[in-house]
């Protein structure tokens, strides 16, 4: 998303590949906490329960985002720190891991 903003290769370089790290530090603790929880006898539970989560943000962020661009002019740091909120979100799913 921020290579759109860039001016030079080696501008979009940097910031693609600061984007795919970022992304594996992102996912290596959804990743621990789905395997820890296949790792039980909730395997289907954890499948089903991944899905849920991702689809349900999915459902629930995208509509509102589509309001936002359509009627700021601001729209695009609005959905950063929309998406910053929900990043600070992250550490909560190991926790949830943790309950069942």
Known sequence: MGSIFADSTFKVFFIDSYRKISELFIRLPWSAA??????????????????????????????????????????????????????LLYPFVSQLEEGN
């Open 34 to 87: 789905f395997y820890r929880l296949t790792k039980k006898e909730y395997q289907l539970y954890a499948v089903v329960a991944r899905d849920m989560i991702f689809n349900a943000s999915r459902v629930i962020v995208l509509p509102f985002l589509m309001i936002i661009f359509s009627l700021s002019q601001y729209a695009f740091i609005i959905s950063f720190v929309i998406a910053s909120l929900f990043t």
